[in-house]
Structures are given as structure tokens and as C-alpha cells.
């Protein structure tokens, strides 16, 4: 069993909890995730390590309610436990195996939208460990969805906050700002983060690539199974099949097809798309999820 050691509501649906996992919090780096299971018969789900302490044995997970088993996951306590917590899986980010000195000589610019401020704060927080300031632009549809501003105003060499109707920070999309630092303030970046939103990602991707950054993304958002077995994660990159959760879930932000991976996503939550998926992937569609057939 593994303990959570803290549980509270950062903003409507959204919640953070802090996991007593020794051997996840011993091994994990920046860009990975975890599996956990409240009980025998609960589902499977994947999230992203938003924090970790190495000395207390704790890892921190965010999540948003969207379904039956993440309600249920709402409804932990301090105190009560999960049945399972598996990991760190995926791979790490990129600069993890980075030379430091060359690392020290790139300027980042981390995007994060809505929850995926979770998986950019440990990244920006390694940075910072690491002699590294990142500016980051961090956005959400409103003040009162805005989470860890103060986490990430402590680890960011900069930080812009923004929101979709203007009732906190800058106004407008987190592109908006991006396009402010660049044409603006005369920034200039070696490398993009973009951890958000599939649609918020497109649009970031889209500029970054008038505007000569390159950038990467994390697909977590179109995980399900998170080993590769379900199938629900392919997605086409540069051409190329891949499964986020194995391949990823990081990748080339300008090679992803993001309105392929839209489209499929939406079709996945249907007995009807996820058979019409199966029919067009043929060998490539694994149906480890026991729903395709």
C-alpha cells in the first residue's frame, strides 16, 4: 500500500496529492509518469510526477476529474492509500542527459496550459537546481483555474502568467505571450517546452515553428493503459507510428500530427470509433484494451 501523505483541492476538479513511493521517489526524473491503482479492481491510471522528494520517499501527482475512477481518486484522504503505484516509466526529458555546461549555454521557454503545469513544474524546478533559469508562460481559461503560481513563481527565472478572459495576469492565449516575449521584448530561444492542452500544443507548435524554436511536447493527455498494450496513446510522428507512453512521452512538437491524435482521441471514447480504428491500423492497432475486439 502507499500512503498519501497529503490531499488537497488546488482548483475546481483539480487536486494534488503526495504519495509515499520510496523506490519511484529514489529513481524518477523530470518528463516521467506513474501508474496507480486505488484498489485491486480499479482502473489503471497514468499521471505525470509533478514533484519528488528523494529523502522523504514522496512523489507528487495532480490530477483532474474527468471519469468514474478519477472521482473516486478525488475522494482519498490524507491517511488512506493506494493499491498500487508503478513506476517511473516513460523516458525522461531530453536535457536530463544533457552535458550541464552545454545546457547552461540554451535559453528554455517552458509553456504550460491549465493542468499541464504539473508536468512543466519539475522540469523548470530541475532547471533551476541545476543553475538553469527558464522563463515560463503559464495560462489557464481563468484566475480561479490558475494552479502552483507560487511553486513555479520559486523555480523560473521569469514568469508570465495569462489567462483566456483576462481575469488575472496577461489577457488572452498563452500564444499571445509568446508572440509579446519574441516580437516584443526581443527573446530569443534555443528550445520551447509545450505541456498542455492537444489543442493549446497545436497552436504553440505552429508558431514556435514560424518563429525558428524548436519544440517539444508531452502527450501525456492521450495515455490510457500507459504501457503500450491499449493502443489508445498512437500516435504518428515525423511519419512514424509511436505510443506515447512508451516512445514518449515527450516528442518533436513540429513532427507530431496533432489533428490525427485529436481526431483519434475522440474516436477512442467509442465502441464504434475505437472498431473503425481497428479496421484502419490494422497491425499497428493493439486492442490491449479489451474494448476493440
Given at each position: 500500500?502507499y500512503a498519501i501523505k497529503e490531499a488537497?483541492?488546488?482548483?475546481?476538479?483539480?487536486?494534488?496529492?503526495?504519495?509515499?513511493?520510496?523506490?519511484?521517489?529514489?529513481?524518477?526524473?523530470?518528463?516521467?509518469?506513474?501508474?496507480?491503482?486505488?484498489?485491486?479492481?480499479?482502473?489503471?491510471?497514468?499521471?505525470?510526477?509533478?514533484?519528488?522528494?528523494?529523502?522523504?520517499?514522496?512523489?507528487?501527482?495532480?490530477?483532474?476529474?474527468?471519469?468514474?475512477?478519477?472521482?473516486?481518486?478525488?475522494g482519498l484522504k490524507t491517511g488512506d492509500?493506494?493499491?498500487?503505484?508503478?513506476?517511473?516509466?516513460?523516458?525522461?526529458?531530453?536535457?536530463?542527459?544533457?552535458?550541464?555546461?552545454?545546457?547552461?549555454?540554451?535559453?528554455?521557454?517552458?509553456?504550460?496550459?491549465?493542468?499541464?503545469?504539473?508536468?512543466?513544474?519539475?522540469?523548470?524546478?530541475?532547471?533551476?537546481?541545476?543553475?538553469?533559469?527558464?522563463?515560463?508562460?503559464?495560462?489557464?481559461?481563468?484566475?480561479?483555474?490558475?494552479?502552483?503560481?507560487?511553486?513555479?513563481?520559486?523555480?523560473?527565472?521569469?514568469?508570465?502568467?495569462?489567462?483566456?478572459?483576462?481575469?488575472?495576469?496577461?489577457?488572452?492565449?498563452?500564444?499571445?505571450?509568446?508572440?509579446?516575449?519574441?516580437?516584443?521584448?526581443?527573446?530569443?530561444?534555443?528550445?520551447?517546452?509545450?505541456?498542455?492542452?492537444?489543442?493549446?500544443?497545436?497552436?504553440?507548435?505552429?508558431?514556435?515553428?514560424?518563429?525558428?524554436?524548436?519544440?517539444?511536447?508531452?502527450?501525456?493527455?492521450?495515455?490510457?493503459?500507459?504501457?503500450?498494450?491499449?493502443?489508445?496513446?498512437?500516435?504518428?510522428?515525423?511519419?512514424?507510428?509511436?505510443?506515447?507512453?512508451?516512445?514518449?512521452?515527450?516528442?518533436?512538437?513540429?513532427?507530431?500530427?496533432?489533428?490525427?491524435?485529436?481526431?483519434?482521441?475522440?474516436?477512442?471514447?467509442?465502441?464504434?470509433?475505437r472498431a473503425l480504428l481497428a479496421l484502419?491500423?490494422?497491425?499497428?492497432?493493439?486492442?490491449?484494451?479489451?474494448?476493440?475486439?
Open positions: 500500500m488537497r483541492l488546488l482548483a475546481e476538479k483539480i487536486y494534488l496529492m503526495v504519495v509515499e513511493a520510496p523506490r519511484v521517489a529514489k529513481n524518477c526524473q523530470p518528463g516521467e509518469f506513474v501508474i496507480v491503482k486505488i484498489d485491486e479492481a480499479g482502473e489503471r491510471i497514468p499521471l505525470t510526477i509533478c514533484d519528488y522528494d528523494r529523502a522523504a520517499g514522496t512523489i507528487t501527482i495532480v490530477f483532474q476529474t474527468v471519469g468514474a475512477s478519477t472521482e473516486r481518486m478525488a492509500s493506494f493499491r498500487d503505484v508503478v513506476g517511473p516509466l516513460g523516458n525522461p526529458s531530453d536535457f536530463v542527459k544533457e552535458d550541464i555546461e552545454v545546457l547552461k549555454k540554451k535559453k528554455y521557454l517552458f509553456v504550460a496550459g491549465g493542468v499541464g503545469t504539473a508536468p512543466v513544474y519539475p522540469q523548470v524546478k530541475w532547471m533551476k537546481e541545476h543553475g538553469i533559469e527558464a522563463d515560463v508562460v503559464m495560462g489557464s481559461k481563468t484566475k480561479d483555474l490558475l494552479i502552483l503560481e507560487k511553486e513555479m513563481e520559486a523555480v523560473a527565472g521569469n514568469l508570465y502568467v495569462t489567462t483566456d478572459d483576462g481575469s488575472y495576469g496577461r489577457s488572452g492565449m498563452v500564444t499571445e505571450t509568446v508572440k509579446y516575449l519574441v516580437n516584443e521584448l526581443g527573446k530569443k530561444y534555443d528550445v520551447c517546452v509545450a505541456i498542455g492542452p492537444m489543442i493549446m500544443m497545436k497552436f504553440v507548435c505552429l508558431l514556435t515553428k514560424e518563429l525558428g524554436i524548436p519544440t517539444i511536447v508531452s502527450l501525456n493527455p492521450v495515455m490510457v493503459d500507459g504501457t503500450g498494450m491499449c493502443g489508445a496513446c498512437r500516435v504518428t510522428v515525423g511519419g512514424e507510428v509511436k505510443f506515447a507512453c512508451v516512445d514518449g512521452p515527450e516528442f518533436d512538437g513540429h513532427k507530431v500530427n496533432f489533428d490525427e491524435a485529436m481526431k483519434r482521441q475522440q474516436m477512442y471514447k467509442t465502441q464504434e470509433g484502419h491500423e490494422g497491425a499497428t492497432h493493439h486492442g490491449g484494451c479489451g474494448n476493440c475486439g
